[in-house]
């Protein structure tokens, strides 16, 4: 009992040092009296059997202390932490050992990621996984912190910790073995233990609710990312539903309200963006599975696809036979499952309920107009309000962005559309903002390769309005014509290229219809004809000659 009397004077010398860091000599008088307490432990641990497991958890304590508060190199710090961790591995679940191991295995494997040593941290903390289920299987009140352990009473009388602090370890843990596997490019794990790190923190309620809210609506855009859309979109509900809440309170103290009202502003802000990517994703897999499955089907007749045969995509069954899979699986297609949209249940925060959240957030994927009008409505409800904080001179980046981002989202609408008015409406659209933001680029410096693409893109727009006013012209023309299209389609294109087409020209079409298809034609063709001289022109001028003069495309 000396010794433990000693060692408890000693070390509240210690932590008066610790604590005052205006001492004179503080970094001399700190390594004396730690390597005075570990000398006196020794002997504590040889001269006392029962003491002895005490004197390691003590040790490993000063050892803690000596990497935090000491000008030591990573690597002895490393090293000063490793010898104490290998003696207290086998002692881990005894109540004075538990907390301390691990404190120093948290910081132990910080250390080691430091020195980019990962696989060894990584090593570390998936051999930790076994004792999380010993200790949630153990009574949760029996550890002590081992600081209280500087003191000459017995282990039954010194008090024992909050078990919110392992929890808190344990969970800290958790996130750094996320952040190794996203280190070392493993998405799967990555995803698991960020999120099994997200749900500990929501149940313990730890750290704030808008922090929480963000990390996890990050982890909601990375399973965009993943094409994985139904743990997408519940993580990013998660997310609005946690700072909706949040704020809502706020909002019911004023002062409190007034200060945070810009945080929250950015805060949803980046909520917006990754909802804007959500909708974009669903998009692109509907796109590509209809058209995957379109080109997957085989031909009736010759080696290659019927490219002149009239199909509707949209009305097509979208069912996957068995033929569809083989294709699928010769050619390494994505398998899409509602978008790859099932929710896996490991991924789930069962404490909060988002049911009717989740309802009002599309899914499934886009098979009709409908369906993408809603998508839409969605995505662009999200984008005009990520739109509402940029403008052109403070945020250009951002703007130009968000300009891109809708003009793409009506260039999926448009695909979905079979109303050919309705189509051209929207392209039309799409254009007006492209070349809104083209005559904005005009006036900038350093930003050429932007202006280039989005030059290119109007290009694109004005092929797709070209073409959608030829399949009305030809409706108009196939609904008043003398031949039969199912029998004579095939003799018409034959006969292109020569003499008597012209003749039948002439005698099948009315002299007004013609009129108003050549005048169409020969604006459209003009249109895409001075965009393409204009493309060239691009690639032929440096970026200090060339000027883009709206003005061309009148004369």
Same mark, same amino acid.
């Given at each position: 009992?000396?010794?433990?009397?000693?060692? $408890?004077?000693?070390?509240?010398?210690?932590?008066?040092?610790?604590?005052?860091?205006?001492?004179?000599?503080?970094?001399?008088?700190?390594?004396?009296?730690?390597?005075?307490?570990?000398?006196?432990?020794?002997?504590?641990?040889?001269?006392?059997?029962?003491?002895?497991?005490?004197?390691?958890?003590?040790? &490993?304590?000063?050892?803690?202390?000596?990497?935090?508060?000491?000008?030591?190199?990573?690597?002895?710090?490393?090293?000063?932490?490793?010898?104490?961790?290998?003696?207290?591995?086998?002692?881990?679940?005894?109540?004075?050992?538990?907390?301390?191991?691990?404190?120093?295995?948290?910081?132990?494997?910080?250390?080691?990621?430091?020195?980019?040593?990962?696989?060894?941290?990584?090593?570390?903390?998936?051999?930790?996984?076994?004792? =999380?289920?010993?200790?949630?299987?153990?009574?949760?009140?029996?550890?002590?912190?081992?600081?209280?352990?500087?003191?000459?009473?017995?282990?039954?009388?010194?008090?024992?910790?909050?078990?919110?602090?392992?929890?808190?370890?344990?969970?800290?843990?958790?996130?750094?073995?996320?952040?190794?596997?996203?280190?070392?490019?493993?998405?799967?794990?990555?995803?698991?233990?960020?999120?099994?790190?997200?749900?500990?923190?929501?149940?313990?309620?730890?750290? $704030?609710?808008?922090?929480?809210?963000?990390?996890?609506?990050?982890?909601?855009?990375?399973?965009? =990312?993943?094409?994985?859309?139904?743990?997408?979109?519940?993580?990013?509900?998660?997310?609005?539903?946690?700072?909706?809440?949040?704020?809502?309170?706020?909002?019911?103290?004023?002062?409190?309200?007034?200060?945070?009202?810009?945080?929250?502003?950015?805060?949803?802000?980046?909520?917006?963006?990754?909802?804007?990517?959500? &909708?974009?994703?669903?998009?692109?897999?509907?796109?590509?599975?209809?058209?995957?499955?379109?080109?997957?089907?085989?031909?009736?007749?010759?080696?290659?696809?019927?490219?002149?045969?009239?199909?509707?995509?949209?009305?097509?069954?979208?069912?996957?036979?068995?033929?569809?899979?083989?294709?699928?699986?010769?050619?390494?297609?994505?398998?899409?499952?509602?978008?790859? &949209?099932?929710?896996?249940?490991?991924?789930?925060?069962?404490?909060?309920?988002? $049911?009717?959240?989740?309802?009002?957030?599309?899914?499934?994927?886009?098979?009709?107009?409908?369906?993408?009008?809603?998508?839409?409505?969605?995505?662009?409800?999200?984008?005009?309000?990520?739109?509402? =904080?940029?403008?052109?001179?403070?945020?250009?980046?951002?703007?130009?962005?968000?300009?891109?981002?809708?003009?793409?989202? =009506?260039?999926?609408?448009?695909?979905?559309?079979?109303?050919?008015?309705?189509?051209?409406?929207?392209?039309?659209?799409?254009?007006?903002?492209?070349?809104?933001?083209?005559?904005?680029?005009?006036?900038?410096?350093?930003?050429?390769?932007?202006?280039?693409?989005?030059?290119?893109?109007?290009?694109?727009?004005?092929?797709?309005?070209?073409?959608?006013?030829?399949?009305?012209?030809?409706?108009?023309?196939?609904?008043?014509?003398?031949?039969?299209?199912?029998?004579?389609?095939?003799?018409?294109?034959?006969?292109?290229?020569?003499?008597?087409?012209? $003749?039948?020209?002439?005698?099948?079409?009315?002299?007004?219809?013609?009129?108003?298809?050549?005048?169409?034609?020969?604006?459209?063709?003009?249109?895409?004809?001075?965009?393409?001289?204009?493309?060239?022109?691009? &690639?032929?001028?440096?970026?200090?000659?060339?000027?883009?003069?709206?003005?061309?495309?009148?004369?």
């Amino acid at each position: 009992m000396d010794t433990l009397v000693k060692i $408890t004077s000693v070390f509240d010398r210690l932590k008066t040092l610790v604590r005052d860091k205006n001492t004179s000599n503080r970094l001399q008088s700190l390594k004396k009296d730690i390597l005075l307490l570990q000398s006196e432990l020794l002997v504590l641990g040889k001269e006392n059997h029962g003491l002895y497991v005490r004197s390691l958890a003590m040790e &490993g304590y000063l050892a803690l202390l000596s990497a935090k508060t000491m000008p030591l190199s990573l690597n002895e710090k490393k090293n000063i932490l490793t010898v104490a961790f290998d003696k207290l591995k086998q002692f881990v679940l005894r109540e004075e050992c538990l907390f301390i191991f691990l404190r120093i295995q948290n910081l132990l494997c910080y250390y080691l990621i430091q020195l980019d040593e990962i696989n060894s941290a990584k090593d570390i903390l998936e051999n930790m996984e076994e004792l =999380y289920d010993k200790i949630s299987k153990s009574k949760p009140d029996i550890y002590i912190d081992a600081e209280y352990l500087f003191t000459p009473e017995p282990i039954g009388n010194i008090k024992r910790m909050n078990p919110e602090k392992i929890d808190k370890l344990i969970t800290n843990n958790v996130q750094m073995l996320a952040f190794l596997y996203n280190k070392l490019n493993v998405p799967q794990k990555y995803t698991l233990y960020n999120h099994t790190a997200l749900r500990r923190q929501l149940e313990m309620k730890e750290g $704030t609710p808008q922090d929480w809210a963000l990390r996890t609506a990050r982890l909601g855009n990375y399973f965009t =990312y993943l094409n994985q859309l139904g743990n997408a979109r519940h993580h990013l509900c998660a997310a609005y539903h946690i700072l909706r809440t949040c704020h809502d309170n706020c909002k019911l103290m004023p002062e409190e309200f007034v200060i945070q009202k810009a945080d929250f502003e950015m805060y949803f802000l980046e909520l917006s963006h990754h909802w804007v990517k959500y &909708g974009l994703t669903l998009f692109k897999l509907s796109r590509k599975k209809i058209l995957s499955h379109f080109f997957s089907q085989p031909a009736s007749s010759g080696s290659g696809a019927d490219l002149w045969k009239s199909v509707n995509l949209l009305n097509e069954s979208l069912e996957d036979s068995e033929a569809d899979k083989e294709n699928s699986k010769d050619s390494g297609a994505e398998k899409f499952d509602k978008g790859d &949209g099932l929710l896996d249940k490991v991924y789930i925060f069962r404490s909060l309920d988002l $049911t009717d959240i989740e309802k009002k957030v599309p899914i499934d994927i886009i098979n009709n107009a409908e369906e993408a009008r809603k998508l839409f409505s969605f995505t662009h409800k999200w984008l005009k309000r990520a739109e509402h =904080y940029y403008d052109f001179e403070h945020h250009s980046a951002q703007y130009i962005s968000c300009s891109l981002q809708l003009a793409e989202l =009506y260039e999926h609408l448009a695909f979905f559309e079979k109303n050919l008015d309705n189509q051209y409406n929207i392209q039309k659209r799409r254009a007006d903002v492209l070349e809104k933001l083209n005559s904005l680029l005009k006036n900038c410096d350093n930003v050429m390769s932007i202006q280039i693409d989005v030059i290119k893109e109007l290009s694109q727009v004005q092929l797709e309005l070209m073409a959608l006013n030829l399949q009305k012209l030809w409706r108009e023309e196939s609904q008043t014509n003398i031949f039969n299209l199912d029998t004579d389609a095939d003799s018409l294109i034959n006969s292109l290229n020569s003499e008597s087409n012209k $003749t039948l020209t002439e005698r099948t079409l009315n002299t007004s219809s013609k009129n108003i298809f050549l005048q169409k034609m020969e604006a459209a063709t003009s249109i895409n004809g001075k965009l393409f001289r204009l493309s060239g022109q691009l &690639g032929q001028r440096t970026p200090s000659e060339l000027s883009f003069d709206c003005e061309s495309l009148k004369n």
